[in-house]
């Protein structure tokens, strides 16, 4: 017997379910929404996403001379 998400009449049934809970409004955002998610969480882990603010200050403390004071 065929069973599991491999048989496209479950995934059919599945989908259908899904649009009647959240309504075809919803579900762009819903994708929009878990796209956005997943690409941060890619960036976080492989480290190629844009420094963040703290660490670009600290840097740039780190790369003055320890004699010079910085004006404020």
């Given at each position: 017997?065929?069973s599991g998400?491999?048989?496209?009449?479950?995934?059919l049934?599945?989908?259908?379910?899904?649009?009647?809970?959240?309504?075809?409004?919803?579900?762009?955002?819903?994708?929009?929404?878990?796209?956005?998610?997943m690409?941060?969480?890619?960036e976080?882990i492989?480290?190629?996403?844009?420094?963040?603010?703290?660490?670009?200050?600290?840097?740039?403390?780190?790369?003055l001379p320890?004699?010079?004071?910085?004006?404020?």
């Open positions: 017997m065929l998400l491999e048989n496209p009449f479950h995934l049934i599945l989908l259908t379910v899904v649009l009647l809970l959240f309504g075809a409004k919803r579900l762009p955002d819903m994708g929009r929404s878990l796209g956005r998610g690409r941060e969480f890619k976080a492989t480290g190629n996403g844009p420094p963040e603010p703290a660490m670009a200050a600290e840097r740039a403390e780190e790369a320890a004699g010079r004071a910085v004006d404020a």
